[in-house]
Structure formats: structure tokens, C-alpha cells
């Protein structure tokens, strides 16, 4: 993604008045989504050990940024990319029954994003997980959580318009579920990035469902690691996957924000079946992977919500540098400077 420079872009508060309202918009989306997800907040690492399978391994070719322990005999450690697992095995040590959960504020530092309006070295998500039941593991139940969360994103961006009534709302009432195949099948010609565009911005709020298996032409939608979301478990839709992704339309870029990551999470069959897919069988052997197949973990549905990109998005910026503080290159900086975008 280049960056975007919207024409005739005019900020919508100054920069005393964002502070604020970042503060109004965190303090009241996680309530809003613990209550509906029946969350209980817990603290999480910045890092943890390197070879325990326990970081989040993204697409799997980015690389955490590591450093040794001269206490623990130069151990490496490494800040995590996500909690993913970690969140996982926190429901099993605080045994967490089915229909509830815990959420984490996430700070992580991903070191290879290039850097354009919607992408920072610095990430700051909600991270989120919840007990399930194996009657649960369906699309059902998948599509009846992420409504859940958008209710608390309309009534997040609703409180936001009570306290600053010219940012006007702009999400539509409904969130449209679309699986990736079906929006191959929409879009032949075009790439997985730009099919997201189109259907965005046709419908205003997409749920993508089943990302990570190949689709009809032999790719994937997107990447997902093989060890946390199911991807390759087939649903009742007659298609792959019980994860997927939510993205929004911004006017104000013309382009589609992804705000969440989420999925139902692999049982010990779909993550044998995901490492066999993905050439890396050699992961059960890892801490993580080993007490998930010897059933020592719940099963869980689980995701991260984009704190920064939440903000943007609801404060109708036109940078995520307009509302946390990071690195940029100093081209960048003038460029957004020269068009009234003032980066933190």
C-alpha cells in the first residue's frame, strides 16, 4: 500500500482534543466488548522465550525482533507479534469455562511493515479469547461472535458522535459476511487486495471468512500461521475455514481498514492437518503444540482488534501516526505535513 494522500484533508480535531477522544474510544470499546464477550482483563508479556512456540508467527516469514538474557545464560527472547497462543494457554491456567474469556492490551514491535498510512512499527491491538464448546466449532457460532464485537464497534462510534456531533457515523447498520471464494467468484480478475476494496466499499462493513486455505485458483485469500486459527476445517457454507477477517470502509482514504484478525482456533485434528499443509510438522513437537494435542488446552475462539486503527478509523484520520506515537520516515513526515496530516 502506497500512501495516500486524501485530497483537501481536513482534521476533524486538533491534535489536544484527539488525546481525549483516543482515551474515550479505548476506555469504552473494551467495556463495550467485555460485556458482550463476557471478557475479564489480564496483563500480557511484551515477549517471551524464543523456541516455544508460544509467538505469534503471522504470515511466517516475518521475523520478531529478539535480544539475548545475560541472566538466564544469553536465552533468547523475543516480542511477541501477537497472543494468539498465549491467550490460549492463559484460559486453561485460570480454567476459564465455556462462554467466557479474557482480553489483553498487546503492544508488539513488527519491524519489517513498510510503513504507509495504515501501517506502523508499533502495533497496539485488544487481544481477546474465549472458551468454547465442541458443539461451538461452527461458522454459526463464528458469525454470531464477530456481530457481537461490531455492536460494540457501532455503539463505541455512537458514543464518539454524542460527545463530538460533527464526526459524523459512518458504519451501516449490518455486518456483511462474504467468504473468500465467493469473493474470488465475485472478482476473478482482480487481486485478493483489491477484491477486498470492492466488496468493502459495496457493503461498508465485510466479515472475509476463510483465510488461509487455497482457494479455487491455488492461493489463499491471505496468509495465516498453521497453529492458531482454523483455516482448513470445512463449514456448513460448503467452503473452508472458521476464521476471517473484519474490514471497513473509510471514505477519507478510499480504501478498506481491516480492524480485526479473528477466528475459531484449531482442535488437535485441524492443527496436525494445518502443519501437514504447510510443511512444518516438526512444530508438534514445541511446548505449545505439544499440550494442545495432549488436550491439556480449551478450545477457543479468540482475535486482536487494532486499538490504533480503531481510533483512525472512528476520528476520520487520515494516518495512524495521528494517533500514536512512532517512527516515520522523514520524507513521509514532510509529505503528510505539507497536506495537513500532522504526524504524532
Known amino acids: 500500500m502506497a500512501l495516500i494522500i486524501p485530497k483537501k484533508y481536513k482534521q476533524k480535531l486538533l491534535p489536544e482534543t484527539t488525546e481525549i477522544a483516543i482515551k474515550k474510544i479505548k476506555e469504552t470499546f473494551q467495556e463495550k466488548l467485555a460485556r458482550r464477550l463476557n471478557l475479564r482483563r489480564v496483563t500480557a508479556p511484551l515477549f517471551v522465550l524464543t523456541g516455544t512456540g508460544i509467538n505469534d508467527d503471522l504470515n511466517g516469514v516475518e521475523n520478531a525482533v529478539s535480544f539475548p538474557i545475560a541472566c538466564m545464560g544469553n536465552r533468547q527472547a523475543e516480542v511477541v507479534h501477537s497472543l494468539a497462543k498465549w491467550k490460549r494457554m492463559k484460559l486453561g491456567a485460570y480454567d476459564i469455562p465455556a462462554g467466557y474469556g479474557l ?93 477486498e476494496i470492492e466488496a468493502t466499499k459495496k457493503y461498508g462493513a465485510i466479515f472475509i471468512i476463510g483465510i488461509g486455505a487455497p482457494l479455487s485458483n491455488g492461493e489463499p485469500h491471505d496468509g495465516r500461521a498453521p497453529d492458531y486459527d482454523d483455516w482448513i476445517t470445512p463449514n456448513s457454507d460448503g467452503f473452508q475455514g472458521l476464521n476471517g477477517d473484519i474490514l471497513v470502509w473509510d471514505d477519507i482514504l478510499d480504501t478498506a481498514i481491516e480492524l480485526s484478525s479473528m477466528g475459531i482456533r484449531v482442535s488437535p485434528d485441524s492443527l496436525l492437518q494445518q502443519l501437514e499443509a504447510r510443511n512444518c510438522i516438526e512444530r508438534k513437537e514445541l511446548s505449545f503444540h505439544r499440550a494442545l494435542l495432549s488436550g491439556e488446552l480449551p478450545l477457543s475462539i479468540g482475535g486482536g482488534i487494532g486499538q490504533s486503527r480503531l481510533c483512525m478509523f472512528l476520528l476520520q484520520k487520515a494516518h495512524i501516526g495521528e494517533v500514536q506515537a512512532s517512527i516515520w520516515p522523514e520524507e513521509q513526515i514532510e509529505i503528510c505535513r505539507q497536506n495537513g496530516i500532522h504526524l504524532v
Do not use: G
Not at 122 to 142: H, M, P, T
Not at 162 to 174: A, G, K, N, S, V
Open 103 to 195: 482480553y489483553t492490551d498487546m503492544n508488539a514491535i513488527r519491524a519489517c511493515e513498510d510503513l504507509d498510512n495504515l501501517h506502523s512499527l508499533y502495533v497496539d491491538q485488544w487481544d481477546w479469547e474465549r472458551s468454547i464448546k465442541q458443539s461451538d466449532r461452527n461458522i454459526d457460532y463464528l458469525k454470531q461472535t464477530v456481530k457481537c464485537i461490531y455492536c460494540a464497534l457501532r455503539e463505541t462510534e455512537r458514543s464518539i458522535y454524542d460527545e463530538f456531533p460533527h464526526i459524523t457515523p459512518r458504519l451501516p447498520e449490518d455486518i456483511t459476511f462474504i467468504h473468500s471464494q465467493e469473493l474470488l467468484d465475485m472478482y476473478p480478475h482482480l487481486s485478493a487486495k483489491e477484491r
